[in-house]
């Protein structure tokens, strides 16, 4: 469910019309439905609200302030995985004790910043970072709060990389590595271990696998129940999948409906951390076709959008729906055509789609790629010194600049050239 809808011919968002967007700030464009985000963090929190979770937005997904101000004025809180996103998630305007901190390498001033912020808590990757933890509280004279992530060993169905649960993964900490932690905590006093944390990967589309891994977690809970150890938190994590092309994603209620009776069991509270699917499907990026080239084997559409702006074809094979922003019904019947859609980057991998049927497009005309609120703009990067796009946050029939594009002086603004360089 999205508001980019197409009326009469052309694509909507919201009320805004996606062309008018192009032409007033240039391409590549990334915009947002600022309902449609609203919307799906909504579904969630009143899919679950009878065990009022406190819903962490995954900040990775998508880091513009204007985003996670939106989400955190309707009560997220925020999942965050580095001191980046720690300054991110201040500057949005997000109460520390809704911030939950994961990542494997936090480092020493990582660590003493977010002690220092009194965030919620940190999930813990590793008994050294546990350790390391409990140094730097020791030193600040402070307590840190913390929950174990465990690796649940659970397969998710999902992409090799975006996978995160299985003991081959580099994330969390094994079952029976956690129970040892718990039987020596008194060691670590400056430590409360609050919580358990699982997240067993991204673009998951079924629920057995959260049902297996949340299973464990409950029998393990229960093994710590009868032994004196009682926790206040689970933290679920997120993952959940959206529609990029043929998926059937769960809904947000057949999702509670599957994982709420093993929620309600053991009275913990309930932390959640979704980021695509808040934010997947409340973006697209808008390039502009720049030529169409014909080879005796291909023929190639060429964008003014690259690797650069959205790598997740490149990086994950990756689909995304890609629609002229003018509506295929007022072409020719039959004028469709297989290509590939390829961006300006000197790179083999820079693609957006391979063997693509489409509507026949004309050099000038816009294109929009569907589903890239996640995991788009935040991955961007100025490889080959391109400039990162514009992006703008749609409000019913307003439209808001939430960053700017990159100047020429951005890309070099933190170089130094050596006095002797310049013969100084």
């Known amino acids: 469910m999205h508001e980019f809808k197409f009326t009469g011919k052309n694509l909507y968002c919201e009320k805004v019309r996606v062309e008018d967007l192009a032409r007033k700030y240039g391409t590549p464009l990334y915009v947002y439905s600022y309902q449609t985000l609203v919307d799906h963090f909504l579904k969630l929190k009143k899919a679950f609200h009878s065990v009022d979770p406190l819903i962490c937005y995954s900040v990775k997904a998508n880091s513009n302030l204007a985003i996670l101000r939106s989400l955190v004025d309707k009560g997220a809180g925020l999942d965050i995985v580095s001191g980046g996103e720690l300054s991110r998630a201040i ?19 990582e660590i003493e910043e977010a002690l220092r912020q009194r965030i919620l808590f940190f999930n813990v990757e590793s008994v050294p970072e546990l350790e390391n933890i409990n140094r730097i509280a020791r030193k600040l004279k ?10 649940p060993d659970v397969e998710p169905k999902t992409h090799k990389y975006i996978t995160t649960g299985k003991l081959t993964n580099k994330f ?9 932690i ?3 905590r008194k060691a670590l006093s400056n430590v409360k271990i609050s919580g358990l944390h699982i997240h067993i990967g991204s673009q998951i589309t079924e629920s057995a696998p959260y049902v297996a891994a949340i299973g464990k977690m409950v029998d393990f809970i229960g093994r710590l129940r009868k032994e004196g150890i009682v926790l206040e938190y689970l933290n679920i994590g997120g993952g959940l999948g959206i529609v990029y092309d043929k998926e059937t ?5 057949k999702f509670a409906a599957k994982v709420l009776p093993l ?3 053991r009275g913990l509270k309930i932390i959640m951390e979704p980021g695509r699917f808040i934010s997947g499907n409340a973006g697209i990026l808008v390039t502009k076709v720049l030529y169409i080239k014909k080879t005796p084997l291909k023929k190639f559409v060429i964008v003014d959008a690259g690797m ?3 790598i997740r074809p490149s990086l994950y094979a990756a689909f995304h729906s890609i629609v002229p922003l003018k509506s295929p019904g007022h072409r020719v019947t039959g004028s469709q055509e297989k290509v590939d859609i390829v961006g300006p980057i000197c790179e083999s991998g820079d693609f957006l789609a391979k063997a ?7 050099e000038g005309e816009y294109l929009a790629v569907m589903s890239a609120g996640a995991y788009g703009f935040s991955m961007s990067s100025n490889y080959n010194s391109r400039r990162r796009a514009e992006e703008v946050l749609v409000v019913g029939s307003e439209s808001f600049v939430i960053r700017k594009r990159d100047t020429w002086d951005d890309l070099v603004r933190n170089e130094i050239i050596p006095a002797f360089l310049l013969g100084l």
């Open 263 to 265: 929620l309600k069991k």
């Open 356 to 362: 693509r049927l489409m509507p026949k497009v004309r």
């Open 308 to 310: 650069n702006d959205l």
């Open 182 to 184: 718990f039987l020596v």
């Open 172 to 180: 969390g900490i094994d079952f029976k590595s956690a129970q040892q």
């Open 91 to 109: 500057k949005a305007g997000c109460p520390a004790n809704r911030i939950v901190y994961a990542s494997v390498g936090k480092t020493d001033k």
């Open 142 to 151: 402070v307590t840190a709060q913390v929950a174990l992530r465990i690796n």
């Open 249 to 253: 994603p769960q809904t947000a209620d």
